[in-house]
């Protein structure tokens, strides 16, 4: 099989911007992303409107060793390149156990971790498939389905939501509140600043409230782990319990729904792919879903604050200065993924980067996510194995998740 040529662009290196939102809507990002890579893998991007600056890493060694050096890459002032650690009101807004260094990390992120074990996750398996089943029931007669809103965001949001303890009638509202959180520039969700903090707001108030009422009355689900968690002895303070459940909805939901509807377009676009695992749905199924991720790469950068003067890939880098380290680039680099512009659902080994490459922080939900893609794919080329888009997907206009706004399919009916 022939290799995949490597994707180019007619931008010159200092054309390419991937601080601005329109750049991710562009035909050739993998070109550009491709060029940075080869050509400029440690560089200083700015923001169109603000002019702040910040360094784009794009290789795979270079952010797997600045993910796993918390000392000198902190995630305490703020995860997006395009936040400020002086904008207080966002910090104060959006801070939770993802914006904290060890040690303080380490004592959240302990809270939660049981809950998210393999263990834990295999044990949720018959809830995760039952969730799919009935998703594809609702649409299979019909023939064709608006893919995002009426498969993709229903099994995550339904899924974290049990976990959670959210009752159904609240869970439309919560799915709006984090479509408007992480809207990056997009006016379809709000898209401002203002929209964002106050979805945050929201958020955080309807996580307080939920957390009043299980102190009161204990469930077995997370939200009570979290009100009756102590931490140093002492009960988790609302400015933490507020965010940590922002935190919890927003991770479980905008990232591995990208990740089917982006798997989706892409077996659109590679049928064989689609009837190899069809071919071989429970014996290929892990690997097709660690190629889904690696090609989704739904999460495109996390960002840190340099805390010292340092010396970075070549770079000289300064104190407070911001790194975002782009997963997306990192998921493409050849010197870990041969062939990585073919999308291989048998390839292995694939170490993909796209939970984050190591470090304090990757990602609390990985096997859950990996549970959720399977049985999403699973269920549907079972029972529509036809299924596929009939237009190019609509692209969130973000610069840091991968989103896809509408995306029409049609399969013959079920
Ligand atoms: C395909 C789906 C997903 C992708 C691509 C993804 C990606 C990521 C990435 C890139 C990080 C940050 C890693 C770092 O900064 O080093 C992260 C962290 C996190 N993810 Fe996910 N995620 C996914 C699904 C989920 C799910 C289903 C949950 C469930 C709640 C979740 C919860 C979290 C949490 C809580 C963190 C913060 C961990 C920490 O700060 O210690 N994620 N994820």
Redesign the pocket.
Known sequence: MSTVPIPTTALTLDEINPASFDFWLRDDVEGALAKLRHERPVAWHQHPDSGKGFWSITRFDDVAAA?RDWETFS?AYG?QAMTDPEDMQYMGAIR?????DPPK?TK??GV?NRG?TPKMIARAEDAVRERARRIVDAIAPKGEAEFVTEVADAL?VA??CD?MGVPEGDRAKLLDLTNRLLAGGDRDFGGTRDSLLQAAGELREYGLWLGKKRLEHPENDLTTTLVHAEVDGEAMPPEDLGPFFL???A???E??R??ISQGMWAFTQFPHEKRKWQADLEGLSASAVEEI?RW????MH?R?TVTRDTTFAGAQMQRNQKIA?W?ISANRDEKYFPDPYRFDIARTPNEQ??????????????H???R??TAMFVELFRRLPDIEATAEPERLRSNFIRGIKRLPVAFRPA
């Open positions: 993910t995630s995860i939770s156990m993802i914006s904290t990390h959240l992120r939660v998210f995550p899924i974290i976990m935190l919890l909805i991770a479980g939901n990232t591995t990208t990740a991720i989704a790469s739904p999460v996390m840190r380290m997963y980067g796209a939970f984050g490459t190591g470090g304090a922080h990757f990602c609390l939900g990985s859950l996510a990996r959720e893609v």
